[in-house]
């Protein structure tokens, strides 16, 4: 299969994601799953009119597209026109180029939230009025319309993340190449279920004081940062923490709360990323499918039983009390 991947209004933070995939390395994956790289503007060595030929060939039809890869929101301004972003050397802006080549792709792929959403592109007042694919924000409608369909009848596919995991990305790819993910493999922001259907909570380190409501007050303390440190993990797709970044690490195991990067609109978040919003000292955000009023009930026994090994430890940044075990009886 041939894969174009084209870079729009973003970072690049995705591409360096992906390039810490490990054992197998993203070439040997995408050459193990039958996937014919065309052209990467960061990672190929053609450029200049050998890029222009193979843009022309492929809106021409003569080179079939499979996996279109877009990385980044695309900038609609100004007035519509495209052109805060051209794509250097064929006097198109990106915009054009993307509504050329989707309809004439078998997939499309939103790399990451800005691609998928609009994500910290479009935060603010969004000047270059930027947007994702198939989506503006967490409303249907981005660059392409809500009726989009590839030849297969999927829409975009959002691999969504700030940066997306380099897991979803190649595992998104390799199910495509071999013609194994469908509409209901995809969840209602058409991301896909095998990384949407977890919670970031999954698998966290901070469970045990999560389970205690043992909140740390501080970023380097041990303690679960839902209650005060503004921690979505409870909320947010994603097996950040069962599936490991780089092989070990997670935005929750290296002691920073979870922001929900996988959602629509999560760059805007109206409070800072640190901080819990509470009503009546009660955080706003809960776990969604837990009733408030079971979850508060549960929080006050949970407080009431906490062991002083974990109560300690959560405000502190390294293991003050260790496990004891009992002795046997004699």
């Known amino acids: ?27 040997d994956t995408l050459t193990g799953a039958g996937i014919r790289v065309l052209w990467h503007p960061a990672l190929s060595l053609d450029s200049g009119a050998e890029v222009r030929r193979l ?44 509504q050329d080549l989707a309809p004439r792709a078998r997939h499309v792929i939103a790399v990451g939230s800005c691609a998928a959403f609009g994500g910290v592109t479009s935060a603010g007042d ?37 940066p997306t995991h380099p897991g979803w990305v190649l595992e998104t790819l390799m199910l495509l190449a071999a013609g194994a993910m469908r509409a209901p ?27 205690y409501k043992a909140s740390a007050r501080s970023l380097s ?20 923490n069962i599936r490991p970044w780089n092989g070990s690490g997670s935005c929750t195991s290296g002691g920073y709360p979870c922001i929900n990067c996988t959602a629509p609109e999560f760059e805007n978040p109206r409070h800072a990323f640190t901080q819990t919003p509470k009503l009546a000292g009660i955080p706003v955000g809960l776990p969604t499918d837990m009733p408030k009023a079971w979850f ?14 974990i109560a ?14 009992r002795k046997p009886r004699p």
């Open 221 to 240: 303390d041990m303690g679960c940062m839902m209650e005060h440190l503004g921690c979505i993990g409870t909320q947010a797709v994603g097996d950040c």
């Open 296 to 309: 508060m009930a549960l929080a006050s026994l949970s407080k009431a039983a906490t062991p002083e090994r």
């Open 1 to 27: 299969m041939n894969l174009l991947w084209l870079q729009a209004s973003g970072c690049g933070g995705c591409t360096m994601s992906l390039l810490c995939a490990e054992n197998p390395n993203v070439f």
């Open 126 to 162: 969004n000047p270059s009025d930027a947007v994702g694919l198939q989506y503006e924000g967490s409303h249907l409608g981005g660059l392409l319309p809500p009726g989009f369909r590839d030849p297969t009848g999927l829409p975009v596919i959002n691999v969504a993340g700030c």
């Open 55 to 98: 843009l022309d060939r492929i809106a021409a039809g003569e080179i079939a597209l499979d996996l279109l890869c877009i990385e980044g929101a695309i900038a609609r301004g100004p007035k519509n026109s495209g052109r805060f972003q051209m794509l250097t050397g064929t006097g198109r802006s990106m915009m054009d180029w993307v």
């Open 185 to 211: 493999d995809l969840d209602g922001y058409a991301r896909p279920r095998f990384f949407a259907d977890h919670l970031v909570h999954h698998g966290c380190p901070k469970n045990e004081f999560y389970e």
């Open 312 to 325: 300690r430890n959560a405000v502190s940044d390294r293991v003050d009390v260790p496990p004891t075990l």
